[in-house]
Nanobody, 123 residues
Framework: QVHLVESGGGLVQAGGSLRLSCAAS????????MGWFRQAPGKEREFVTA????????YYADSVKGRFTASRDNVKNTVSLQMNSLKPEDTAVYYC????????????????WGQGTQVTVSS
């Protein structure tokens, strides 16, 4: 498994931006499809976006499409999530995850997880 550590979360006003990063160790990320998920209090973990190991293909949840952008740097072994036009409903703990396979949207399909980083959007 690959060890993942997220960073970049924080408190931001509605309409603002944040950039999350996920650093990997243990194995190269270049073999993995990477995903971002989020979990708000009292809710199930939900899919946000996924990016293939080449970085060519990405897939976004409808709720974030046009506002969030996933990217990766396989040399630096990192993936990022640029979040713009943030809304209060984006408030959640954000997790990055890795899987060896094509893009997936179900948490159970991902093998490795980070510990999460809190994003809070105030109205």
């Amino acid at each position: 498994q690959v060890h993942l550590v997220e960073s970049g979360g924080g408190l931001v006003q509605a309409g603002g931006s944040l950039r999350l990063s996920c650093a990997a160790s243990g194995r190269t990320l270049s073999l993995y499809t990477m995903g971002w998920f989020r979990q708000a209090p009292g809710k199930e973990r939900e899919f946000v976006t996924a990016i293939t190991w080449t970085g060519v293909y990405t897939y976004y949840a409808d709720s974030v499409k046009g506002r969030f952008t996933a990217s990766r740097d396989n040399v630096k072994n990192t993936v990022s999530l640029q979040m713009n036009s943030l809304k209060p409903e984006d408030t959640a703990v954000y997790y990055c995850a890795a899987r060896r396979g094509p893009i997936a949207t179900i948490p159970g399909d991902f093998e490795s997880w980070g510990q999460g980083t809190q994003v809070t959007v105030s109205s």
